[in-house]
């Protein structure tokens, strides 16, 4: 496994913009498929963007246009640059990591490895 370390989280108004940030310790994580996810109060831990070992990146619909995913292996970290922010997208914000894509990128359980997870509060 690998530990990861999220950062970048906090309070914004809607429309605004927050940068999250994953860094890696304790395997090469250029050989480690990276996603984010989010939980927010009373629901599901659901998929928001994932980059693959060879930067192919997927986004959920609800984050498409807005989010961007990005990775940088030589510093061995993975950030999401999140743009016009919805009051909708409050939640604890996970990075996570695969070191083999076994099931669907989109499932939490198809990751092995989880950060503790970063508050993303938008108000209106």
């Known amino acids: 496994q690998v530990q990861l370390v999220e950062s970048g989280g906090g309070l914004v108004q809607a429309g605004g913009s927050l940068r999250l940030s994953c860094a890696a310790f304790?395997?090469?994580?250029?050989?480690?498929?990276m996603g984010w996810f989010r939980q927010a109060p009373g629901k599901e831990r659901e998929f928001v963007a994932l980059?693959?070992?060879?930067?192919?990146?997927n986004y959920a619909d609800s984050v498409k246009g807005r989010f961007t995913i990005s990775r940088d292996n030589a510093k061995k970290t993975m950030s999401l640059q999140m743009n016009s922010l919805k009051p909708e997208d409050t939640a604890v914000y996970y990075c996570?990591?695969?070191?083999?894509?076994?099931?669907?990128?989109?499932?939490?359980?198809?990751?092995?490895?989880w950060g503790q997870g970063t508050q993303v509060t938008v108000s209106s």
């Open positions: 996570a990591a695969y070191s083999m894509l076994a099931g669907s990128y989109t499932q939490p359980s198809t990751y092995d490895s």
């Open positions: 304790g395997r090469t994580f250029s050989n480690l498929g």
């Open positions: 980059i693959s070992r060879s930067s192919i990146t």
